[in-house]
């Protein structure tokens, strides 16, 4: 009898624990669907805000903007975009971090699709995130 007993509360153990881990998932899925993250480029005279999906929120130019070329303005609110970018993919891994563990197999394949769609800047375009 002690083997069923035993048997019993390991499943129950195990339930309890799978359990755990699917509300943890869930609350990380909440979390990071909520996130933004922000950018800004030339003193802020160009300032981003991007979702966690990647899509661009809100582009703000300051009057600062005119004395661009149309190409250095693309430029810098490429960069500027990247940057919100960056902010999204920390703010995820902060996230992972808080709710599943960086290190479980849910935060592992959670933080290398943000790494994924949002690389960082020097490894997309050869700048830093001082330029």
């Given at each position: 009898m002690d083997d069923?007993?035993?048997?019993e509360d390991w499943l129950e153990s195990w339930a309890?624990?799978?359990?755990?881990?699917?509300?943890?998932?869930?609350?990380?899925?909440r979390r990071v669907a909520g996130l933004t993250g922000?950018?800004?480029?030339l003193d802020s005279a160009v300032r981003v805000t991007v979702r966690s999906s990647g899509q661009l929120e809100r582009l703000e130019l300051d009057d600062r903007v005119r004395g661009l070329t149309g190409a250095d303005l693309a430029r810098e609110i490429t960069?500027?975009?990247?940057?919100?970018?960056?902010?999204?993919?920390?703010?995820?891994?902060?996230?992972?971090?808080?709710?599943v563990g960086a290190d479980s197999e849910t935060g592992r394949?959670?933080?290398?699709?943000?790494?994924?769609?949002?690389?960082?800047?020097?490894?997309?375009?050869?700048?830093?995130?001082?330029?």
């Open positions: 069923i007993d035993a048997a309890s624990q799978v359990d755990e881990q699917a509300q943890r998932n869930v609350e990380l899925a922000s950018g800004s480029g960069a500027t975009i990247r940057r919100a970018e960056a902010d999204v993919a920390a703010r995820v891994a902060e996230q992972v971090r808080q709710t394949a959670v933080m290398h699709s943000f790494e994924s769609r949002f690389p960082p800047r020097d490894e997309r375009d050869g700048t830093h995130d001082g330029a």
